[in-house]
RNA sequence: GCCCACAUAGCUCAGUAGGUAGAGUACUUGCAUGGUAAGCAAGAGGUCACCGGUUCAAUUCCGGUUGUGGGCUCCA
């Protein structure tokens, strides 16, 4: 191993291994010194003043900025915690503490439950420890007597990990103060950067994210170079609950959870109005790329189940039910009943390729802790669709697809990722064909130029499979439009049609969502809107309100004037002054508020309040009504 | 399902060292009739999630159930 020196200011030498990473060495040429700070991988002996320093010759400069020097700063903080419950806790185990997206956890073994006020605790104490200074120092061990080292304490977690490394690998450690611990680095040289520290939550996470395994406390923290940085982001923290759907579903009125039904929402009026804005504009986007629509049953016998290979696969998630003595079973996917369909006829090569969809109803039995508002139900409507394709036909119908989701997305402005799940292993089928299946949806990808990031073993039992990933109000991403190339089904129901060559052939079946379900869409679509719908979408697209009783039946009036044409109005006539009503229609978020009095009766103006706009001043009743038609059918906002 | 926490008025929350509860807001009524983010007053509203246990007495303490939240696992 080739090591590094570096001498730092004060003529101390530190030693690096060649090619490692090491947190922030920045040149003060003023005083003609390098000196060791924000993280960089050495590469050559650096000494005093080496202004030649260079991306290539020596060292790459990280900055907290960087997703890189965040990763190190967070992976530091979680030692520093480790360090911190050790010598809170004495008796406590160590698992593993990684960097995550915007900080850190570390998960512990121990007989002590934590509680909020130990987070207090432990953050004075690694407060403690991170003014101190501590020197990270690496060090390695042969395999076999890293494991002795951790054996004799008695870290079972750290001898599984080393036991599962590559035989002949050395094994590397950094030590913080009393706490040595297994670790790859790299890591901040010392632990003075970390200035400002917040721990967020406790929560339990299974060993090796195995449910067989036994369960750890994770702590999650966070921490940052400025205690401004840190507010800032505990600030945005508090601005994303702001805009959670549960909350603003509940506020404008849109949809709710009950009691009496654990993870199956229930629509109100206005949650309906969205709703059905969205299901129109699907159906009328399906209906000009070429679709057809069908509507198949909620419950169906339990014999379709095996044959699909539901019964195999998905049985845990499956609700049962009995008619006359028989089993039946309520449908958590679409495609058996959209094949059955299919049977019902014979197909010519010339009528494919068909495009079936299904604004379908499933009901699937997720586990009570998976359960989150309107993104996790047990009750969904899937805006499903069943391509029957001729094998030729596959590419040219995903790049379709692929067009049809980004095109709607676009609507709303959503941005996404794509993720690619290959074969799992509890799956039917040839290696063959998936095989086939998983390159056709890669050439597909390819053909639009898509970048996308792999699952292996992430697939549905029955095919591969490429997801849109759509971000909620705090980052975290949800999996909407999915795309599933399927080589199974078709054989299993033995569907076909009839080629030229009059031989019966085998179809093959694409399933497809773009917004995925309809509740999960809408969760999503409320936080990313933070509640102001477009005009198209918005429940209420304009609130009259008079500014006195007077004019009250005058609103009505133009209520009923401005539904005639297709806008949904609501009037506020309660007596309250002007400035109560506008708050409250601003709390609603409702895009056009229009203020009515003596002036604007006598002239047959609207004085128009728009939302995020403030006051618009006076137009005619017959403009705005264009203006806002207009609006609705731009949609695109 | 697992770990931890929580559950008081429609909503947001206070409270009771064990003696059946309170605020703000929303709601109803009355006064006020108003010009761009909260007028004034009164009233109504609660088996303190549910089931057990301890106790003379439980919303409060203990156990269980259900639900919710944050994670893990799983997933549209």
Not at 219 to 240: P, Q, S, V
Not at 352 to 375: K, T, Y
Not at 377 to 402: G, N
Not at 567 to 575: A, G, L, M, N
Request: proline share 3%; aromatic share 10%.
């Amino acid at each position: 191993m080739e090591m590094i020196s570096i001498t730092l200011p004060d003529g101390s030498v530190k030693k690096h291994e060649k090619g490692s990473t090491v947190y922030d060495i920045t040149k003060d040429i003023s005083k003609g010194l390098a000196r060791e700070a924000v993280g960089a991988v050495v590469n050559e002996d650096i000494r005093g003043m080496q202004e030649e320093v260079n991306e290539d010759s020596t060292f790459r400069v990280v900055k907290f900025e960087d997703k890189e020097g965040k990763e190190i700063f967070w992976h530091t903080s979680a030692h520093i915690m480790a360090l911190a419950v050790q010598n809170l806790f004495p008796d406590v185990k160590f698992a593993i503490g990684p960097a995550i997206d915007n900080g850190f956890y570390y998960d512990f073994d121990t007989e002590h439950r934590f509680t909020p006020k130990d987070l207090e605790k432990i953050e004075d104490e690694m407060k403690r420890i991170a003014k101190e200074a501590h020197v990270l120092e690496r060090f390695t061990m042969e395999r076999d007597e890293a494991l002795e080292y951790f054996k004799e304490r008695d870290e079972k977690y750290k001898v599984d990990l080393i036991e599962n490394f590559p035989e002949d690998e050395e094994i590397s450690f950094y030590k913080l103060g009393e706490f040595t611990d297994l670790c790859a680095g790299p890591h901040l040289y010392d632990t003075k950067k970390v200035k400002a520290i917040k721990l967020l939550s406790i929560a339990g996470a299974y060993w090796r994210g195995d449910e067989n395994n036994e369960m750890l406390q994770r702590i999650y923290g966070t921490t940052y170079e400025k205690k401004k940085d840190l507010e800032e982001y505990l600030h945005r923290l508090e601005e994303a609950e702001k805009r959670d759907h549960r909350k603003l579903g509940r506020e404008l009125d849109l949809f709710s959870m009950q009691e009496e039904g654990p993870g199956f929402p229930f629509f109100h009026p206005k949650g309906m109005i969205v709703r059905n804005e969205l299901e129109d504009y699907w159906k009328e986007e399906h209906r000009k790329r070429g679709y057809d629509e069908i509507k198949t049953p909620l419950i169906l016998n339990e014999k379709l189940w095996h044959e699909s290979g539901h019964w195999d696969h998905y049985k845990e998630n499956m609700y049962l039910t009995k008619i006359d003595d028989e089993d039946y079973a309520i449908k958590p996917m679409n495609c058996p009943g959209s094949i059955l369909v299919y049977k019902s006829k014979l197909h010519s090569y010339r009528d494919l390729p068909l495009r079936w969809g299904e604004l379908g109803l499933v009901h699937r039995h997720e586990l009570s802790g998976a359960l989150h508002g309107l993104m996790r139900v047990r009750s969904f409507t899937q805006d499903d669709a069943h391509l029957y394709t001729l094998p030729s036909q596959i590419k040219d119908e995903l790049v379709k697809t692929i067009e049809l989701a980004d095109d709607m997305y676009k609507v709303f402005g959503f941005k996404y990722h794509i993720e690619l799940s290959t074969r799992p292993e509890n799956s039917m089928g040839s290696e063959e064909q998936w095989e086939m299946a998983t390159n056709g949806l890669i050439e597909a990808l390819e053909e639009k130029e898509i970048d996308y990031i792999v699952n292996e073993g992430d697939g549905a039992f029955y095919g591969p499979k490429i997801d849109f990933q759509l971000e909620d109000a705090i980052g975290r991403t949800w999996q909407c439009g999915t795309i599933q190339l399927d080589f199974q089904m078709p054989e299993r129901f033995d569907i076909s049609y009839v080629d030229k060559d009059n031989e019966r052939k085998r179809p093959v079946m694409i399933h497809r969502t773009i917004f995925g379900s309809m509740e999960r869409f809408m969760g999503i679509l409320i936080e990313h809107y933070a509640g102001k719908f477009p005009v198209w979408l918005a429940p209420v697209q304009a609130t009259i309100l008079p500014i006195s009783d007077k004019f009250n039946d005058y609103a009505y009036e133009l209520q009923k004037k401005l539904k005639d044409k297709g806008i949904r109005v609501e009037v506020d006539s309660r007596s309250e002054k002007v400035g109560y009503k506008i708050r409250e229609a601003r709390l609603q978020r409702v895009p056009y508020i229009l203020v009515i009095g003596e002036k604007e009766i006598e002239n047959n103006l609207v004085s128009v309040n728009k939302r995020d706009h403030g006051d618009q001043g006076q137009m005619k009743t017959e403009e705005f009504v264009d203006m806002v038609l207009e609006e609705i059918k731009n949609k695109r906002q």
